[in-house]
């Protein structure tokens, strides 16, 4: 009875790892393989772990802060926007003229979305005495938003010691006088990050899935925050990591705009 259960453990090893030998010659296999159009648009992307907490928005509320006043001007601060290809295997390539025309499209996306709230973004050219306090306090917002979302406003990443604290985030004062050159008391970070799957890659989702394996297929996340300028507090954070809308069509760059928005309203 012993020769004969080790027998069976030996074949169910071997099986698995005939499986798993055939699922990595499959994904090498469809690296190479042509796809037609009417198929690629069959096989959308998808969403990885679409159920999951940590692929659902995030979005942060400093104390007291219940919405813009009406007519308020919010200067963009910045506005970033990649738009890629996914290959099959996973590598990303950056579009230069898609992400170009995709940016413009979000920005009047963005600046029509917040009209109807009664805002209004403004942009303008940054003095050369303001660049470097400019680009400073950018970088100090990445590693702001990052701890703020992983943290603190992410339900399965928490960390104990910011459990249960009230969102309280700044970046400091220095951003007051570009506040004053644009005549706005608020400023907009929006950031934004398209990987579209090939169709090989779609391909793979699906029949790795078959086999119980997952592969993840499309990158579509974005973040956007609003600042106080006079002080730097950060009012308001929203993360995304699994968008919707298409942001290199005009519809979908309306859908972007108004989840990225999500939560950002005007005082009754």
């Known amino acids: 009875m012993h020769g004969c259960g080790q027998a069976t453990e030996q074949r169910r090893a071997a099986g698995g790892g005939h499986a798993r030998r055939s699922a990595s010659a499959l994904l090498a296999a469809i690296v190479l393989l042509p796809i037609s159009a009417p198929l690629a648009a069959a ?9 999951s907490i940590l692929a659902m928005p995030a979005i942060g509320r400093a104390p007291g802060f219940v919405g813009l006043p009406a007519g308020a001007r919010l200067l963009l601060l910045r506005l970033t926007l990649l738009i890629q290809n996914q290959a099959a295997g996973g590598t990303t390539q950056p579009l230069a003229e898609p992400t170009l025309r995709a940016r413009a499209q979000l920005q009047t996306a963005l600046t029509a979305a917040l009209a109807a709230r009664g805002l209004r973004l403004v942009t303008m050219a940054v003095p050369e005495a303001e660049a470097q306090a400019l680009a400073t306090h950018l970088a100090l917002f990445d590693l702001v938003a990052a701890a703020a979302v992983r943290g ?33 008391d608020y400023g907009l970070i929006v950031e934004d990050e398209d990987a579209f799957g090939e169709p090989g ?14 592969l993840e297929s499309g990158v579509h996340r974005g973040r956007a925050a609003l600042v106080r300028l006079a002080d730097g507090a950060l009012l308001w954070l929203c993360d995304d990591p699994r968008m919707g809308g298409d942001p290199r069509s005009v519809d979908g760059a309306g859908r972007r705009a108004g989840q990225l928005l999500a939560g950002l309203t005007v005082a009754p």
Not at 202 to 212: C, H, T
């Open 201 to 214: 890659r779609k391909l793979a989702q699906l029949l790795f899935a078959g086999s119980g394996l997952f």
């Open 152 to 184: 603190q406003l992410r339900a399965g990443a928490r960390l104990p010691s910011l459990a249960g604290r009230p969102f309280d985030w700044t970046l400091g004062p220095g951003l007051a006088p570009l506040g004053h050159a644009a005549g706005a």
């Open 43 to 51: 096989l959308p992307d998808a969403p990885a772990a679409a159920t």
